[in-house]
């Protein structure tokens, strides 16, 4: 399998924007420019499998892939929040 320069570069730019974009929305989640590109591929496997199991097609694009991948990266966080213990993200989701 060849990969273009090109190819590469939009899916790290896709996997940097997801993975910051989904540390925004999740609190208290910053891990790093290397940190958030990791979680963003991630998140783009997670959501290009778990979306199209909903029956949620976001169509093609640049910004299509970077809602996908930012959604698959949101889940990919809570989960490990999850699995973690949460710290204070724990504490909100248990007091009012």
Do not use: C, K, Y
């Not at 290009?48 to 991948?69: D, F, K």
């Not at 990266?73 to 993200?89: K, N």
């Amino acid at each position: 399998m060849h990969m273009s320069g090109e190819s590469l570069l939009v899916i790290l730019f896709v996997g940097l924007v997801a993975g910051w974009l989904a540390g925004q929305i999740v609190q208290g989640t910053g891990f790093g420019i290397v940190g958030d590109l990791l979680i963003g591929i991630v998140g783009a496997f997670i959501g290009s499998w778990l979306l199209p199991q909903l029956g949620i097609h976001l169509g093609t694009g640049i910004i299509s892939a970077i809602i996908n991948a930012t959604i698959g990266a949101i889940l990919l966080l809570v989960v490990v929040r999850l699995v973690r213990g949460g710290g204070q993200w724990r504490r909100s989701w248990w007091r009012p």
